[in-house]
């Protein structure tokens, strides 16, 4: 059997491919446009499950996350003439001192039964950590995408070349339905000439 040379895949692709291909989004390596197309497929779909993946993953960590801070517990307190009410003031109470307030008073700025309650609670979260109870589920980049983002990148670039292959092929529908008009008009003129009239156009 003779050689017939390269086969032309180019028709055996969708017609959007082409107008996404020319974007390079996406690396390929594929010389041929068939092979390209397949090879989009396989990384797409790739991305898919590996974006599925990473939600499972973070509906996991979710569920994992770390917790609201450890409650603290109100601190006894002996009475002050300068806490801020007078039950305080006179037989003091069970409470926090706000010290980072700006409406604290300066017994609540100073006091160090609440400063050591709040330093215990954030050492033992400090502990927790160090053990690996809550692990952080950031990048350590913090900037690398995810494959949920680079599936929805190519998802849209994909979305919008199919809508331009459709105003595309649109145009060229148009075009051919008015061609078959005129040629259909031409075809009735011709055929409502009399004799006389079709010899005289040759």
Known sequence: MLDSGPVDTSKNVPSWFPIFDTQQIVPLRSAHPRERFDELMVKVAELYSRAEEEKKKNKGAAAAAKPPPKKIFPELHDPHPEWPTSLKRERGGWWLCDANSEQATAPEKACKLCKAARAEAA???RAKMARGIFPEDEDEDGNVRTAKEQYDEIDQAMDLAMAQA???????VQERVRREDEEAERVRKWKGMSF????ALG
């Open 123 to 125: 050492r033992e979260e």
């Open 166 to 172: 459709h105003v595309e092929e649109a145009r060229v």
């Open 196 to 199: 006389e009239e079709k010899r």
